[in-house]
């Protein structure tokens, strides 16, 4: 079965850097984009990057562009968001999510979701 | 960027009632629209894609509706593992922005 697990998560100072792992099973790895969704302690979700089955087209939220890199490493059937310059709204737990389609075109649609992994930023 | 507002934010129902969730796009999304559910302390589960196509393994008591700007996510027999956040969410540009979600309790 479709496995998303996410790991990587913990206290960081603001300003310092974290990476988010997220490790697939169960499915074609690199015949899927890939997206992270965080959603803020009692808050809703929010959109935060996508990635291409093959890594070659990547967006991003404004609120994360130029601190925040998803990339993937299909051999190893991995996921990864690497968080630079965090700040204390950062904080949230980190969902990795598959997507039905192969890039990030209209229509997305994420089937398959990780259970999460919190980053919590404080001094 | 597109906004997605929900109605109501909250609502209290009963089981086996009716139940209908609406979420409006800023500018027209044409059918580029999804729901999802999720229930406390875990991950969102998809419930309907494209506005109104039932994801493999949801219950037939989910339905959706619209297209452009206004949509509506209906329950039409509200079951107990049903209370829930539902959330909308477009999928016609870059950033896919999500509804604030809408909070459905027992009465």
């Known amino acids: 079965q479709v496995q998303l697990v996410e790991s990587g998560g913990g206290v960081v100072q603001p300003g310092r850097s974290l990476r988010l792992s997220c490790v697939a099973s169960?499915?074609?790895?690199?015949?899927?984009?890939m997206h992270w969704v965080r959603q803020a302690p009692g808050k809703g979700l929010e959109w935060v990057a996508v990635?291409?089955?093959?890594?070659?087209?990547?967006y991003y939220a404004d609120s994360v562009e130029g601190r925040f890199t998803i990339s993937r490493d299909n051999s190893k059937e991995t996921l990864y968001l690497q968080m630079n310059s965090l700040r204390h709204d950062d904080t949230a737990v980190y969902y990795c999510?598959?997507?039905?389609?192969?890039?990030?075109?209209?229509?997305?649609?994420?089937?398959?979701w990780g259970q999460g992994a919190l980053v919590t930023v404080s001094s | 960027d597109i906004q997605m507002t929900q109605t109501p934010p909250s609502l209290s129902a009963s089981v086996g009632d009716r139940v209908t969730i609406t979420c409006r796009a800023s500018?027209?999304?044409?059918?580029?629209l999804n729901w999802y559910q999720q229930k406390p302390g875990k991950a969102p589960n998809l419930l309907i894609f494209?506005?109104?196509s039932l994801q493999s393994g949801v219950p037939s008591r989910f339905s959706g509706s619209g297209s452009g700007t206004d949509f509506t996510l209906t329950i039409s027999s509200l079951q107990p593992e049903d209370f829930a956040t539902y959330y909308c969410?477009?999928?016609?540009?870059?950033?896919?922005?999500f509804g604030q979600g809408t909070k459905l309790e027992i009465k």
């Open positions: 999510a598959r997507d039905r389609q192969s890039i990030a075109a209209a229509g997305i649609r994420m089937d398959y």
């Open positions: 169960g499915f074609s790895f690199s015949n899927y984009a």
């Open positions: 990635i291409s089955y093959d890594g070659s087209h990547k």
């Open positions: 500018q027209s999304i044409s059918t580029f």
């Open positions: 494209a506005a109104s």
């Open positions: 969410q477009h999928s016609y540009i870059i950033p896919y922005t």
